[in-house]
């Protein structure tokens, strides 16, 4: 007894320490466990007859989120209702995807409009297990030829149509509005501002995903390179609120620029990587792969050659 009296505060120390490093290593794999792995799904249409397929390769590669392309005329409300509900049923939230660089325009903002509209009319006729989460863009107006022309203006354009998409979403909903955006965003100015475009996104969005199109995470012109000023000024702007996109699409920009001939155990690895070395910002909410169809062709490629 006088030798556990002796010991008994050195017991009781190492006890907390381990309770504590216990605490720390769940807190630590809860937080990871948190961020999102996203992927674009473009063809919509697959969800007519590939929906459980489609979940089970979102089980099996950890997707909790799903970029799910509205096609109004071609899926049926059904189609969309039981991917929906699968996909929720194993934790898998799922965003309406629409876009097109036109709709930068302010004279193309009905497009827009439609998008909202039927998200919201849909929504309204589904049951809670059915409906989008949220309504991810994908514009990319730099892609237009008046880019290059009045760049400034374009950009004026684009930045009311998100504006409108955020309040015009936000009305009577509680629906999450992203969008897709080029890593080098951030070396465009607000017209009329000093503000970075980048940190105007992420003022007004949920959450922004960069496409930092590069296969791999370390070094010179490295995802994490590329991504890492805007990351690292969304800090203190909004928790959460910026997904790193991959891409393992075959791209003829050449070889750097996708896992295409990496596969997808190496784009899997430099994920590993990347996320360690964004782990301390609070802004960083995960990865996102594009897409899901050309990360699937991977993974099949991938074990008929092994």
Do not use: C
Request: aromatic share 8%; charged share 25%; hydrophobic share 40%.
């Amino acid at each position: 007894m006088r030798a556990l009296r002796k010991y008994g505060p050195l017991w009781a120390g190492m006890a907390i320490f381990a309770a504590a490093s216990i605490l720390m290593l769940v807190l630590s794999n809860h937080s990871r466990a948190a961020l999102t792995t996203a992927t674009w799904i473009w063809d919509a249409k697959q969800i007519e007859t590939q929906t459980d397929e489609m979940i089970a390769f979102a089980e099996e590669n950890d997707i909790n989120l799903i970029y799910l392309h509205v096609e109004p005329t071609a899926v049926s409300p059904e189609a969309y209702r039981t991917f929906i509900r699968k996909a929720g049923q194993a934790s898998i939230q799922v965003e309406a995807l629409g876009g097109d660089p036109n709709w930068a325009l302010t004279k193309n903002r009905q497009s827009i409009d439609e998008l909202i509209s039927w998200v919201k009319a849909y929504n309204r006729s589904a049951r809670a297990d059915e409906r989008f989460s949220g309504i991810h863009v994908d514009i990319e107006p730099y892609l237009l030829p008046a880019w290059k022309e009045s760049q400034q203006d374009v950009v004026r354009q684009w930045l009311k149509n998100v504006a409108y998409l955020v309040a015009e979403t936000k009305k009577d909903t509680d629906l999450a509005v992203g969008a897709d955006l080029p890593f080098w965003i951030d070396s465009v100015s607000v017209p009329g501002s000093s503000e970075k475009v980048s940190n105007w996104m992420v003022q007004r969005l949920d959450s922004i995903t960069l496409m930092a199109y590069r296969n791999r995470a370390q070094g010179d012109n490295g995802i994490v390179e590329i991504v890492k000023k805007i990351v690292a000024d969304a800090n203190s702007r909004k928790k959460g609120s910026v997904i790193v996109g991959v891409n393992i699409m075959e791209s003829a920009e050449g070889s750097h620029v996708s896992f295409y001939d990496d596969g997808p155990a190496e784009m899997k690895s430099q994920l590993a990587i990347l996320q360690q070395e964004l782990s301390g910002n609070p802004a960083f909410a995960g990865s996102a792969i594009h897409d899901y169809e050309s990360w699937k062709r991977s993974i099949e490629a991938n074990e008929r050659s092994s």
